[in-house]
């Protein structure tokens, strides 16, 4: 079983910043890649960012320049910091992780519950 603790959310000014952070805990046995989706009202869910085990990292056009994902691998951990933020990434963001459970086991995704992010003046 894996849970993921999203925190960091909230409402922000355009062009302020945003730190979020997904703990993973639970009977995982090696985590896999990381990374925040996103879903805003009347859109299409978008996968915001990833960041694999080796830490090569990928970006959604949409964020690229603004967002950096990163990781804690002692803390399993990972991170969200959006600068810059616009109304348009308003949503609420949900933080995925694939996980394998014991050492024989398949790799699965799991996901967090979502946390609002909301950019407003």
């Known amino acids: 079983q894996v849970q993921l603790v999203e925190s960091g959310g909230g409402l922000v000014q355009p062009g302020g910043s945003l730190r979020l952070s997904c703990a993973a805990s639970g009977s995982i046995f090696r985590l896999g890649s990381m990374g925040w989706y996103r879903q805003a009202p009347e859109k299409q869910r978008e996968l915001v960012a990833t960041?694999?085990?080796?830490?090569?990292?990928n970006y959604a056009d949409s964020v690229e320049g603004r967002f950096t994902i990163s990781k804690d691998n002692a803390k399993n951990t990972v991170y969200l910091q959006m600068n810059s933020l616009k109304p348009e990434d308003t949503a609420v963001y949900y933080c995925?992780?694939?996980?394998?459970?014991?050492?024989?086991?398949?790799?699965?995704?799991?996901w967090g519950q979502g946390i609002q992010v909301t950019v407003s003046s």
């Open positions: 995925i992780t694939a996980a394998r459970l014991n050492a024989w086991g398949p790799v699965r995704d799991y």
């Open positions: 960041i694999t085990t080796g830490g090569s990292t």
